[in-house]
């Protein structure tokens, strides 16, 4: 079956500490996207790749990094200089790019909190 | 930057029942797409319409859209305790030849059997 795999599904990080979340995708989208979820609020993207070894900044990318060395895999990294992680973390892709008239894919999310 | 604004809030029906709710925008789109979410899950893709479209329906799914009011509707007939979850509209849009897909907060659909 093709789809986006999120792991881990749950994530805690100490004081200080980077965390590397997983997202790769087996759809041979071009497009993948990462966005931030806290409690009652809609999504907000944090970094987006419209292709292999490119990303740009969507709204909040303070405090976090990507890298896109493979079409299928898009990493992010939750720095320590990321005051306030605690949030649920979505992955998603999308065909072509730019990706107009065109769904997202969504992973099952990470759940990231402070230790 | 969140663009659309879902209301209400939270929808509470009787298994059964029609569900409708509402997305307002502000500024012009190239299309509007409603997600749901399921507790802890990601979000699932329900329709998308285009600009120059009016109304979509999918199963049970009706959406509609009026540019002239920055608006859109998403109705869900003959509910089911499978539809509770959060229902999400989010605009697409081209910024300075980039898409961008901006999510409003989100309904959240309870229904009771």
């Known amino acids: 079956d093709g789809g986006i795999t999120q792991s881990p599904k749950y994530l805690f990080r100490k004081e200080g500490q980077n965390v590397t979340l997983s997202c790769e995708q087996n759809l041979n989208h071009d497009a993948m996207y990462w966005y931030r979820q806290d409690p009652g609020q809609g999504l907000r993207l944090i970094y987006y790749s419209q292709i292999v070894n490119d990303f740009q900044k969507g709204d909040i990318a303070e405090g976090y990094s990507v890298s896109r060395e493979k079409k299928e895999s898009f990493p992010l990294t939750v720095t320590s200089a990321q005051k306030n992680p605690t949030a649920f973390y979505l992955c998603a892709s999308s065909i072509g790019a730019p990706a107009r008239h065109q769904p997202q894919h969504f992973g099952d999310g990470t759940r990231l909190s402070i230790l | 930057s969140q663009q659309g604004e879902e209301d209400p809030q939270a929808l509470s029906i009787q298994e059964g029942e029609n569900a409708t709710m509402n997305c307002s925008y502000k500024?012009?789109?190239?299309?509007l797409q409603w997600y749901r979410q399921n507790s802890g899950r990601g979000l699932v893709h329900l329709i998308l319409i285009r600009s120059n479209e009016r109304e979509k329906h999918s199963g049970r799914l009706r959406v509609t859209l009026d540019t002239s009011k920055k608006s859109s509707s998403l109705l869900i007939t003959a509910s089911r305790a499978a539809d509770t979850a959060s229902y999400f509209c989010a605009t697409g849009r081209l910024e300075t030849n980039d898409y961008k897909l901006s999510f409003g907060a989100g309904t959240t659909v309870t229904v009771r059997a």
């Open positions: 500024t012009s789109i190239n299309n």
